[in-house]
């Protein structure tokens, strides 16, 4: 399969030259996920908006319900751009976000390699809008670790104008600058978790919500995805909290609330699959950071099973979905690019 052979490949680069190839890899996942054809659950979605909103003025585009959105739209036809350029764009801030962070960690393509499975695969590939709204989360966790308050709430609202869900996280600048207690964390599950779950009850969160690869089959593996993220979350309070503030204390606030949301995706998950499971992608990179900085800590250092732990969790959910899942096969499989020409359409769609 490829995509598994893909994480392979960036898990022994991680492990043998991650500085060389860190930029090469992150070059080739861009090419990969924007010049994909036909390729991903959003690819028909998205090609109705492009052509019921052909005929849009500026005004239309910025005055709308989507005004951070479909003014895309706008100027992909005034520049005559086919629809498939559309991916091209919205995975140019996903990536930016993603890099960001990578560059920053002690091992970026260890980090890359941890993000593909899941996050890169159901995002940038399958979501565009969320996609567009993480890439720019990315930089709001920056801001969080750099204690610019204001810079954090402006890049969430930015976040949120392309896709609502990211909203609650505004909440977090409450805590930007402090030094964390148990029972601040305590303050963080009363205080943020409720506004989640009212979000959740939203008319804009429900609308987003039908829109969301909405279906049984992705519901489902919402537990499986959110289960990693609540381990990764109860084995950092356990085990590394106290040695993170020692080592990395100024991301130390950020990655210890993260941690605490991690676990909270399970409630979230089972009052909605699809609401739960949104909010977990936006807490994957911050995962992400953990997983590829345990080989980092002492505990661990000649232990290099644990460390490898998170690879092998890896491989196994992408074998699982992609063995089991008629949504994977359906959107993912076969996976074709018209990076050296457009191939012949596969689902019958009319261009």
């Not at 979605?45 to 019921?52: A, C, D, E, F, K």
């Not at 960690?105 to 995002?123: D, G, K, Q, Y």
């Not at 739960?276 to 980092?296: E, H, V």
Request: charged share 15%; glycine share 6%; aromatic share 16%.
């Amino acid at each position: 399969m490829l995509y598994i052979a893909i994480f392979l490949v960036l898990a022994v680069l991680a492990q043998s030259r991650p500085k060389e190839t860190y930029v090469p890899a992150l070059v080739a996942l861009y090419l990969f996920v924007a010049f994909r054809w036909e390729v991903g659950c959003d690819w028909q979605g998205y090609l109705y908006q492009y052509r019921v909103w052909q005929g849009d003025t500026l005004k239309e585009a910025l005055f709308s319900d989507e005004p951070f959105w479909r003014p895309i739209f706008f100027l992909q036809h005034q520049l005559g751009l086919e629809y498939q350029w559309l991916n091209v764009v919205a995975a140019i801030p996903f990536f930016a976000g993603i890099h960001a962070i990578a560059r920053r960690e002690p091992n970026p393509t260890a980090f890359l390699a941890l993000v593909f499975p899941v996050l890169i695969l159901n995002m940038p590939m399958a979501a565009l809008r969320q996609g567009i709204a993480i890439g720019i989360m990315c930089f709001a966790y920056l801001a969080f670790v750099d204690k610019k308050t204001i810079r954090y709430v402006i890049l969430v609202l930015i976040a949120a104008g392309f896709h609502t869900s990211a909203l609650p996280f505004v909440i977090l600048a409450l805590f930007i600058g402090r030094e964390l207690s148990w029972r601040m964390v305590a303050s963080a599950l009363v205080v943020v978790v409720p506004a989640v779950f009212l979000f959740a009850g939203s008319d804009s969160a429900q609308t987003a919500a039908q829109r969301y690869l909405g279906s049984d089959i992705e519901a489902g593996g919402a537990y499986f995805r959110t289960s990693t993220l609540a381990i990764t979350g109860l084995t950092y309070l356990l085990l590394l909290n106290r040695r993170w503030r020692e080592k990395y204390p100024r991301s130390h606030a950020l990655v210890l609330i993260a941690s605490v949301l991690m676990i909270m995706t399970i409630p979230l998950v089972v009052v909605s699959t699809v609401i739960g499971d949104r909010y977990a992608y936006y807490i994957m990179p911050l995962q992400a950071t953990i997983l590829a900085r345990l080989p980092y800590f002492e505990q661990f250092r000649d232990k290099p099973i644990i460390a490898g732990l998170p690879y092998i969790a890896m491989v196994g959910v992408l074998l699982v979905w992609s063995m089991l899942s008629s949504h994977f096969s359906y959107c993912y499989d076969p996976y074709l690019t018209w990076l050296f020409g457009t191939p012949e359409s596969r689902l019958g769609l009319f261009y």
